[in-house]
Nanobody
């Protein structure tokens, strides 16, 4: 599967953004999906994950209240809604896909579990 992320940009603290990641090439509903981010000089970190069914989600504890992950299988797209953005949210955000035969309500939180990655979209939050 190929992934294309979009929706990043330069925003002010407190603003919201919705990132999108559109997939092509394989059956989208076979994949659990996730978002990760990498800030300058830091390691990549988990942000959010959603199961194949879309019924189970998981968020980074530090950001839980400000995130919403969702998927639209008809549009083969996964979304990440970011609210109340802070300067420390500045990072490149990556979407990832994991083809899974597990329970449809299973999600993945670790980057090495994922099979495919998008190119990333830059989010810059000014204070």
């Amino acid at each position: 599967v190929q992934l294309q992320a979009s929706g990043g940009g330069l925003v002010q603290a407190g603003d919201s953004l919705r990132l999108s990641c559109t997939a092509s090439g394989r059956t989208f509903s076979d994949y659990a999906l996730g978002w990760f981010r990498q800030a300058p000089g830091k390691e990549r970190e988990f942000v959010a994950a959603i199961s194949r069914s879309g019924l189970a989600t998981h968020y980074a504890t530090s950001m839980r209240e400000r995130l919403t992950i969702s998927r639209d299988d008809a549009k083969t797209t996964v979304y990440l809604q970011l609210d109340g953005l802070k300067p420390e949210d500045t990072a490149v955000y990556f979407c990832a896909a994991k083809r899974s035969s597990y329970n449809a309500n299973y999600y993945f939180r670790v980057d090495y579990q994922y099979d495919a990655w998008g190119q990333g979209t830059l989010v810059t939050v000014s204070s």
